[in-house]
């Protein structure tokens, strides 16, 4: 049975163009091995050492601390304790990074939920360390979950395509602009509840989304660093320009902001499914420059 799951998993890992899948299997294995790891480290007595060994991997609001892990900025929005944070953050990042990843690209759903994470852990530091209100909550405070990069995704998808519609359970129709300003907005009324860091963070993850897709709306692409960070360390990628490049190919990148902006004009009024083949072939072709 073990190996009929490893090589499903092998199967959706390989599969081309699937960031957002490959963005949920690690979530998904990171939760896994951290609940092995704890019940067998309480298990054998040693529960203290997987609360020391955890905290190294949530972000805290110290910046003392911060100093001492800096890698946490990355490892707290790919970890998760409970399951019930686990299975909604990766339902909405599903949810919403498929609009995402369909009417954009792979590169964007990368870029928008490392951003995001990045971009929502910083805010979360730099109120926690500027606003007095917040003081007696920094040494003590640490932070985990992919939300801020979920609520990046939320926000770029609602700024793509504010009338793309989700039919709720008891609800009906929603268009997604009303979905993202609902959940921004429980975000910014709890900023001073219990779980305050990660509500900054949301908010912090959200505006990321919102810029990013404004900015590649006019021709600037935000998040080109963490894809060339990405592809540095892919190595398949790395070899792919130089088996497959040439002259005829290269013109695909060659596109107007004219051309995508009437692309995404077109997406907003009549839907992704109303583009040509063509249309397609240049959103998909732009979001990668």
């Known amino acids: 049975m073990a190996n009929f799951i490893i090589e499903d998993f092998k199967n959706a890992w390989n599969k081309d163009n699937n960031a957002l899948v490959k963005i949920i299997l690690i979530n998904v294995v990171v939760f896994v091995s951290a609940s092995f790891i704890e019940i067998f480290l309480t298990l054998s007595g ?19 601390t911060f100093i001492t892990q800096p890698w946490s900025l990355i490892s707290y929005f790919f970890l998760h304790l409970g399951f019930t944070h686990i299975l909604w953050n990766m339902l909405f990042l599903y949810w919403f990074g498929k609009i995402i990843q369909d009417n954009i690209g792979n590169n964007a759903v990368i870029s928008l939920y490392v951003l995001g994470g990045i971009i929502g852990g910083l805010s979360y530091m730099a109120l926690f360390n500027i606003i007095p209100y917040y003081d007696n909550r920094i040494s003590e405070s640490l932070m985990l979950g992919a939300s801020a990069g979920v609520f990046s995704i939320v926000a770029g998808s609602a700024t793509l395509l504010p009338n793309y519609t989700f039919y709720l359970l008891f609800l009906g129709p929603v268009r997604i602009k009303y979905i993202a300003l609902f959940y921004i907005l429980l975000s910014f009324l709890d900023v001073t509840g219990s779980n305050a860091g990660g509500e900054i963070a949301h908010l912090g993850g959200a505006m990321i989304g919102y810029l990013f897709i404004r900015q590649l709306q006019n021709g600037v692409n935000m998040g080109e660093g963490v894809i060339n960070i990405v592809n540095f360390f892919n190595k398949e990628k790395n070899k792919k320009p130089e088996q497959n490049s040439s002259p005829k190919e290269e013109t ?38």
């Open 46 to 64: 040693a529960g203290d050492a997987f609360k020391l060994f955890i905290n190294k991997l949530m972000l805290p609001a110290s910046f003392t």
């Open 252 to 289: 695909k990148y060659d596109i107007s902001q004219d051309e995508i902006d009437k692309i995404l004009d077109k997406i907003s009024e009549t839907g992704y499914s109303s583009l040509s083949k063509n249309e397609k072939e240049k959103l998909f072709n732009a979001s990668k420059k």
